[in-house]
């Protein structure tokens, strides 16, 4: 069975190797992928877009794992939630709902404190989320997990809103590259000829980054599926000011 872990944890310390450890403990011949231990600090829309563009990459009835967790301790939920082809489990702050937000079919579980003698108050991951991941992988039931839920908290997508001049998105997401993501998908997309940024400079819509010459601006549609605003061998985010949130105008 493969488990997928994301997280921002990052890799100095040992709480990814950690977690892994727990799985293996469990379910010794579970594969462990890490699809990203970089996502800001307490950065459930980072953590949340990772996982809703990686996940669809993986085989059916892959296990995905996700703690980012501010709320760690606190009465918020600890969720699983099994999908069409893959199973999310995470904390019930919003991380996992971008992955299922076209689902129409989902079936929603808590995820009981039952698979570790002891629980830390600032380490879920280690003991709620990281056993109930390999407990399925050892080929445990999803209704061993814990009782039924109706719903669980989702996160709003910021679907693009139509002007008289474009599209307005937002950027959801900045990667290692410093490329802006914005949520303007590729449906949408034909017919753009450029990207208004906030402080109203105008960057040309292309196909890929080297189509202007090094240091310019502009915008292309990346490999997530959505338009990203990039600087040729550059950091667009640095450079022009650009973060999660930040409206543009795409036309």
């Not at 992928?33 to 459930?44: F, K, M, R, T, Y």
């Not at 570790?116 to 992988?137: C, E, I, K, M, Y």
Request: aromatic fraction near 8%.
């Amino acid at each position: 069975m493969l488990i997928t872990l994301t997280t921002d944890f990052g890799l100095r310390d040992s709480f990814v190797g950690t977690m892994k450890g727990v799985i293996l403990g469990i379910a010794p011949s579970a594969r462990i992928v890490d699809l990203s231990h970089g996502i800001g600090a307490g950065d459930i829309r980072g953590g949340a877009f990772a996982l809703m563009t990686a996940a669809p990459f993986f085989p059916p009835e892959t296990i995905h794992v996700a703690v980012i967790d501010p709320g760690v301790g606190s009465p918020r939920r600890a969720i699983a939630i099994r999908a069409r082809r893959a199973i999310f489990i995470g904390p019930d702050n919003g991380v996992l709902s971008w992955a299922v937000k076209d689902e129409d079919s989902l079936e929603i579980c808590s995820v009981e404190k039952m698979f570790s003698s002891q629980v830390s108050n600032t380490f879920h991951g280690r003991d709620v989320f990281a056993p109930a991941a390999a407990w399925l992988a050892a080929k445990r039931e999803f209704s061993d997990l814990g009782p039924q839920l109706a719903d669980f908290q989702r996160m709003d997508w910021p679907k693009p809103i139509r002007l008289r001049e474009g599209w307005k998105t937002e950027v959801i997401y900045v990667d290692t590259y410093g490329n802006a993501i914005t949520a303007f998908p590729a449906e949408l997309t034909q017919g753009v000829q450029a990207v208004l940024l906030p402080d109203g400079k105008r960057v040309p819509f292309e196909r890929f980054y080297a189509a202007v010459p090094r240091g310019n601006p502009l915008a292309v549609l990346g490999s997530s599926g959505f338009v990203e605003i990039a600087i040729n061998q550059g950091n667009a985010a640095g450079e022009l000011g650009l973060r999660s949130g930040s409206t543009v105008v795409v036309g």
